[in-house]
Structures are given as structure tokens and as C-alpha cells.
């Protein structure tokens, strides 16, 4: 996975002509990550850099750690296992993703 080195507010991006807002009480901004470098390329533009990054595992939330808070270990709220993410995430990139 690539990280694009920039932190973006979230209203910076727009889905079917409307802006994003912030997560209430979660992170103001964001770091964007993708699964090949071309897409971070295509999406940040020339100048940025992209830098890769490595899960440990999947339950780590791999865009919070250019962050400087962002490699805090938590426990999970919903599966009691640890994962590496932002201070104050409540569950894991894991559950998640689920439905
Ligand atoms: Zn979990």
C-alpha cells in the first residue's frame, strides 16, 4: 500500500458533488492511501511523495501511521485483539471493514 506524504482535510474531497465532512470526535484530517503507487501518483499529482507502507497485521489502520499519532497500539472494542492505528480508534481496521 502507498500513503501520499500529505495530510488533507476531509471537505478537500467531494463524492457526487458534495463534500466530505469530518468523522465527529475523529480525525480532522487525512492521509490517503492506495494499493499501487500509479494510483497514489494519479490522485495526488506530480510533487507529492508517496512512501510504502506494511500492515503488520490486518487489523492495523496502515493510513493513520504517517501520523504522529498514529501508532498508538488500542484494543478493539468489538474482537478484544490489538492493532496499531490512531489514538483514540475504538476498533480495528478488521471489523471495520466488515459489514
Ligand atoms: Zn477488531
Request: proline residues 8%; contains cysteine; negative net charge.
Amino acid at each position: 500500500m502507498w500513503a501520499v506524504m500529505k495530510a488533507f482535510s476531509w471537505d478537500s474531497l467531494t463524492v457526487m458533488g458534495m463534500p466530505l465532512q469530518a468523522p465527529d470526535g475523529g480525525p480532522q484530517r487525512f492521509i490517503p492511501v492506495f494499493d499501487t503507487l500509479e494510483q497514489a501518483e494519479a490522485w495526488a499529482g506530480p510533487g507529492y511523495h508517496a512512501i510504502e507502507l506494511e500492515p503488520r497485521t490486518e487489523r492495523d489502520w496502515v493510513a493513520d501511521f504517517p501520523d504522529e499519532n498514529g501508532n498508538y497500539q488500542n484494543k478493539c472494542e468489538q474482537c478484544g485483539e490489538t492493532f496499531i492505528g490512531c489514538r483514540g480508534r475504538a476498533i480495528c481496521f478488521a471489523c471495520y471493514k466488515k459489514p
